[in-house]
DNA sequence: GTCTATATACGGATAGAC
DNA sequence: GTCTATCCGTATATAGAC
C-alpha cells in the first residue's frame, strides 16, 4: 500500500524541501538574519544545493516573499469582494480565516510588516491594494451603512485598523504578551480561537458607538 | 548670543551623535540589517570611533534596546500603577501617551517586538513584567468591575491586546496601510492624532458588550 | 543531482599615524 | 579624539569531482 500523503511528512523533492526550509527560516529571522547555511540545514540538504536550484539567496526570498503576500492578501481580498454576504457576516468571515490561518503561520505578519517596511514601494507597488479595497463590496457596504445612519460617520480606514489591529496584533505580540499574562503557547491559542467570536462582537458595537 | 538649545541640532558630543544614529538605524532596520558603517555615516563620523567609544555593535545596540524598552514600558507602568485614576481614565491615558510617543517615535513597536521574538528570554527576564502587571492598580480595577458586573467577564489578557491592538497596530502596519488607503504620512498622523478620542470611546463599549 | 573544496565579497574590528 | 589603512572572520556563491 503505498505512503499516505496527507501532509508534507518530507518525501519531497529537493527543491521542495529547500522552498519549506526557506519559508520556515525567513518567516522566523527575515532576510538580513537569515544565513543560507540554516536554510540548508533545516532541509537536510548541502548547502550548494541551495544555490543549484534557487540561484541566489535574494531569489529564493522573493519567492518566499511573493508566496507569503499571496497566502495574506488572499484572505481579505476573497472576504472583502463577495457580494452576497452581509457586512456583518464579511467581518465574522475574515475574522475567522485570519485566525485560522495565523493560528498555523503565525510568523506571517511580522515577517511581512518587517520586510515591508524596508521596502514598501518594490513589495506593494505592484499588487495596487488601492483599487482592489476602494472598489470591493465591503467598501460599498460600508459607504451606504454610514449613509443610511446605521454605521458611525468614522473613516473606513480606522475600521480597517481596528480589525486587523484586533486580530493580527496578538501574534505580532505573542512573546510579550505570554510574558506579560505568564501564559503558556497552549493557553495563548486557546484565547486566540475564542477571539474567533469575540472580535466580531466587539466590532459590531463599535461600528455603532456614536 | 548662545545659539538655541531647543531640539538635537546636533551640535551633541560625537558619543552622542552615535547613539542616536544608532538609535535611528537600529530603529528603522533591526540588528542583523544594521551595518555599523550606516551608522557613522548617519552621524557623521568615521567608523572607527564607533569602536572607540562603544567597542562593539553588540555592545551599542544592548544600550539602544534597553533605552528603548525602558520608554515603552515607562508608559505603561506609570499610567497602570496610578491609585488615584479610575480605569477609564487610565484607558485614556495609555492612549494618549502612547500615541503621543508613537508619533515621534514611530518605529519602536516593530523593532522592539523583532528583536524580542529573536531572544525573549534574555530580554524580558530580568524586567519581570508578570509581577508588575498582575499585581498592578488597573488589575485591581478590572477584577472589581468583573465582580461587580460593570465589566463583561473577558480574561483581562483580551482587554490587554484589544487597547494595544488598537494603538499600537496602525503604527506597525502604517506603509501598508498608507498603500492601502492612499494617504499620505500627514493624513496617517491626523488619524492617529483622531484615534487618541476614538479607542477610549470604542472599549468603553467594548468593555460592557455581551 | 549531490557532494567537497574553494573563490570572492562584505562587514566588524583594530593598528597606528596625526 | 579622530582619521586612514588594513586585518580577519563569516557568508554567499561557484568550480569541479563523483
New interface residues.
Given amino acids: 500500500m503505498r505512503q499516505n500523503k496527507r501532509l508534507p511528512v518530507p518525501d519531497l523533492s529537493t527543491e521542495e524541501k529547500i522552498k519549506n526550509a526557506a519559508r520556515i527560516i525567513f518567516h522566523?529571522?527575515?532576510?538580513?538574519?537569515t544565513r543560507t547555511r540554516d536554510i540548508a540545514e533545516e532541509a537536510g540538504i548541502n548547502l550548494a544545493l541551495l544555490n543549484y536550484y534557487y540561484r541566489s539567496k535574494e531569489k529564493l526570498f522573493a519567492i518566499i516573499m511573493q508566496e507569503s503576500l499571496a497566502a495574506f492578501f488572499q484572505t481579505v481580498s476573497s472576504v472583502m469582494n463577495d457580494e452576497t454576504t452581509s457586512l456583518e457576516k464579511k467581518i465574522e468571515l475574515f475574522v475567522s480565516n485570519y485566525i485560522d490561518l495565523l493560528l498555523v503561520e503565525p510568523d506571517i505578519p511580522?515577517f511581512?510588516?518587517?520586510e515591508?517596511?524596508?521596502n514598501?514601494d518594490e513589495l506593494?507597488g505592484k499588487l495596487n491594494?488601492?483599487e482592489l479595497?476602494?472598489h470591493s463590496a465591503f467598501m460599498k457596504q460600508y459607504r451606504a451603512g454610514v449613509e443610511s445612519g446605521k454605521i458611525a460617520p468614522?473613516?473606513?480606514?480606522?475600521f480597517?485598523?481596528?480589525v486587523?489591529?484586533?486580530?493580527?496584533?496578538?501574534f505580532?505580540?505573542?512573546?510579550?504578551?505570554k510574558?506579560?499574562?505568564?501564559?503558556s503557547q497552549q493557553q495563548f491559542e486557546t484565547?486566540m480561537k475564542?477571539?474567533k467570536a469575540?472580535i466580531p462582537?466587539?466590532v459590531k458595537?463599535?461600528l455603532k458607538?456614536r
Fill in positions: 522566523q529571522k527575515g532576510f538580513a538574519a511580522l511581512l510588516l518587517s515591508v517596511r524596508s514598501p506593494l491594494i488601492r479595497f476602494q468614522v473613516h473606513p480606514m480606522h480597517m485598523m481596528n486587523m489591529g484586533l486580530t493580527v496584533f496578538p505580532i505580540g505573542n512573546p510579550m504578551l510574558m506579560v499574562g505568564g501564559m484565547m475564542e477571539r469575540l462582537k466587539w458595537t463599535m458607538a
